[in-house]
């Protein structure tokens, strides 16, 4: 799914490499040991940077093949743009992202890359990897190789001033940067592979991390009362599941966190069918529980000290004899009943069973569920943001605040009386669709019926989890949004 990359440290002043890279910030020549390097080669700076046009802004490069006085066949500076003390983490990300794309493009299996400028401390160092891997990522498994295709074996050496330290901060952003990459790969992954059984195996494989992995069959289901879940099923051969993913990192007696995900393997509409034309992009609307999954990954290979349970409702959402049809009504866990007026408003049938299950036997301090829920939220917000939606302010700006920091951006959308009332049902206690106005926000309305006043807030992530414009970190269909959000959340205001 990726080229064999291995990165590793070193210290100071490097080691030989087919391709050395070093950094020149905007308006300046290297500095440090890039200076040295660049001293080396006999060339004058000023002449050069000038006729190839390289200031130094952050994506720039500047390649000289077979330099002498290096120990290179190569030798690459790479602009860092402006130097300033509030530059954020997520800045080196994304300084990591162009580093690996301007590497692959030299097609180079050692690389050597000079890091000493003084705003490279062990956590920028871990973002840079951290970008270096994620753009790195490619879901090719099914992509019989071409005779011309390179080896893909590359290796990456960080010549830095303290190894060890930058050693520690790099596996400890791994964690979160391999739980992307596992939310990645479960969204890229066709539908007929990954059905709610295959899905629910996926999650169980997290035990050998330490995590407790319940899988409830659709006989406990209906034991528990969850029709709103079993009715959204119904029209498939492949049966429901619902997972339960528990880490628990800190004393027992302490309530856990709460993340709960839509898992819709693959959604036609059901009976409400959806228009051919993209359908198949609807192989990722389990991009809520791919990303609850991938978050229960990185914390339990962190060692997250906290307690946190993940629950994803698993079904897949078919057009047949047995499928659920609009005007019929069911009950959900908690009693309320529900008329289902669309059977494409599927994702919230789901969530209305596994919000009220997790918020009645875990009594956690809050809740948090994500879902690719409405286009009414991309219409809205476009791909550059998840809606928020929430019952509790100071969750939300914890939320709000955790977005900046990881760049899963968020952006508050609002709740009230007045739209409850909308989804009232002529024939039952509400209906899971009222139309086109406010379809986002009465989406949310539904789902806050089932939480039960416990904190709670729901991520819309239809216009983010997969399908947005490539960036720096991300070349693939799906990003992986919302694991380092939440694991940001996590660290920032919840760790004991």
Wanted: net charge negative; charged share 20%.
């Amino acid at each position: 799914m990726s080229n064999n990359l291995l990165i590793r440290t070193a210290a100071l002043p490097g080691v030989a490499a087919a391709l050395t890279v070093i950094y020149a910030a905007e308006g300046a020549a290297p500095a440090g040991a890039g200076a040295a390097l660049w001293s080396a080669t006999g060339l004058d700076w000023t002449t050069v940077s000038t006729a190839a046009s390289f200031k130094g802004k952050q994506g720039q490069a500047l390649d000289l093949i077979a330099p002498q006085g290096v120990d290179s066949a190569r030798l690459l500076v790479l602009g860092a743009g402006k130097s300033a003390p509030d530059t954020p983490l997520s800045a080196w990300t994304d300084r990591g992202g162009s580093l690996m794309a301007k590497i692959a493009a030299t097609r180079v299996e050692s690389v050597a890359v000079i890091l000493d400028a003084d705003d490279a401390t062990p956590a920028a160092i871990a973002e840079l990897v951290a970008g270096v891997r994620l753009r790195n990522y490619k879901f090719d498994k099914y992509k019989t190789p071409k005779p011309d295709d390179a080896s893909g074996d590359i290796t990456i050496t960080l010549c830095i001033a303290d190894p060890a330290a930058a050693d520690k901060a790099i596996a400890d952003r791994n964690a979160v940067v391999e739980g992307t990459l596992l939310a990645r790969n479960l969204i890229n992954e066709p539908a007929n592979v990954l059905g709610p059984v295959e899905f629910a195996a996926r999650a169980a494989e997290l035990r050998h991390l330490g995590v407790d992995v319940e899988i409830l069959e659709p006989e406990e289901l209906s034991r528990l009362g969850m029709a709103s879940l079993l009715c959204v099923a119904q029209g498939s051969a492949r049966p429901a599941r619902l997972v339960v993913m528990q880490w628990r990192g800190s004393d027992k007696d302490v309530a856990p966190l709460a993340f709960v995900g839509k898992g819709v393997v693959f959604d036609t509409g059901g009976i409400s069918i959806k228009p051919a034309a993209s359908m198949e992009d609807m192989k990722g609307d389990m991009g809520g529980a791919a990303a609850v999954t991938g978050l229960m990954h990185a914390l339990a290979t962190r060692k997250a000290p906290v307690n946190v349970v993940g629950v994803i409702g698993l079904v897949e959402n078919m057009p047949s004899a047995n499928a659920v049809r609009p005007g019929d009504i069911v009950t959900a866990m908690s009693g309320t009943t529900i008329e289902v007026i669309n059977t494409d408003a599927e994702g919230r049938l789901v969530l209305a069973d596994a919000l009220w299950y997790t918020q009645d036997r875990f009594k956690p301090r809050f809740m948090i569920n994500l879902a690719t829920l409405t286009g009414a939220i991309v219409v809205a917000l476009g791909h550059e943001h998840a809606g928020l939606f929430s019952n509790n302010d100071e969750l939300s700006i914890q939320l709000l605040n955790a977005g900046i920091t990881a760049n899963e951006k968020l952006w508050r959308m609002p709740l009230g009386a007045a739209y409850d009332k909308v989804i009232e049902s002529k024939f039952a206690d509400i209906r899971n669709s009222a139309g086109r106005p406010g379809g986002s926000i009465l989406a949310a309305q539904f789902l806050q019926r089932f939480v039960n006043n416990v904190p709670w807030a729901h991520l819309d992530i239809a216009g983010t989890a997969f399908g947005a414009s490539n960036t720096e970190i991300n070349t693939s269909w799906a990003p992986g949004f919302g694991v380092a959000l939440l694991d940001r959340l996590v660290r920032d205001y919840y760790q004991s």
